[in-house]
């Protein structure tokens, strides 16, 4: 069936250092979205990505759309403590939303 | 202040009973879903509607059963069949290109 690799699982990195989330799907995708989830918290969407090769950024996260539309990125620059939690990546395929299994984010200062 | 809530945050029941979980959204969004999340996961679909009075399985509908006889609500029902209920759910509303979540529900059964 369908579906949405996202790698790595854990990275833990220093405060200041930059951090990067790979999704790849089995599948073309129409779209992709990003979440994230604080600790304890609930999944807050954040971007949506429709074209291929769309990059978009939000201050220091840089997202990107492969040119095949199969497979996505988040780029964190000079980590920060409020970046910890689990970013999700959500490719969507017809009516359906696959979300990826989450990189979870550690940062020490 | 629009939002989804979900209620209770934290509940616990015994093995064999069912147990309704609420959802409640004043988004005035056409689309609620219903997703369950284990540690280490991601979410997966148990069920969802697109509109009143109708709903379709998700990946893991086994176990579990909806309604939704008003916009605004969307509860889900876990029943004694699924076999393995203990998990955080988690309700969400809008659009599928983008989901807002409630707080979640965190289901523990002994």
């Known amino acids: 069936g369908q579906q949405v690799m996202q790698i790595p699982q854990y990275q833990h990195v220093q405060e200041g250092e930059d951090f990067t989330t790979y999704c790849n799907s089995s599948?073309?995708?129409?779209?992709i979205q990003w979440y994230k989830q604080r600790p304890g918290g609930h999944p807050v969407f954040l971007i949506q990505?429709?074209?291929?090769?769309e990059v978009k950024k939000q201050k220091r996260l840089t997202f990107q759309f492969g040119e095949a539309k199969k497979n996505s990125s988040l780029h964190i620059t000079a980590t920060q403590t409020t970046d910890v939690g689990t970013y999700f990546c959500?490719?969507?395929?017809?009516?359906?939303?696959?979300f990826g299994k989450g990189t979870t984010l550690s940062v020490s200062s | 202040d629009g939002g989804i809530t979900q209620s209770p945050k934290y509940l616990f029941r015994k093995e064999g009973q069912n147990v309704t979980l609420s959802c409640e959204q004043n988004?005035?969004?056409?689309?609620m879903y219903w997703y369950r999340q284990d540690p280490g996961q991601g979410l997966r679909l148990i069920y969802y509607s697109q509109i009143v009075n109708d709903f379709q399985k998700g990946d893991i509908a086994e176990g579990y059963s909806v309604s939704r006889e008003k916009k605004e609500s969307f509860p889900l029902t876990v029943t004694s069949a699924q076999k393995n209920p203990t998990a955080f759910y988690l309700c969400?509303?809008?659009?599928?290109?983008?989901?807002?979540f409630g707080p979640g529900t965190r289901l523990t059964v002994t």
């Open positions: 959500a490719g969507q395929a017809g009516t359906a939303l696959i």
């Open positions: 969400a509303s809008g659009p599928t290109y983008e989901q807002y």
């Open positions: 988004l005035n969004h056409d689309a």
């Open positions: 599948t073309t995708l129409s779209n």
């Open positions: 990505l429709v074209k291929s090769g």
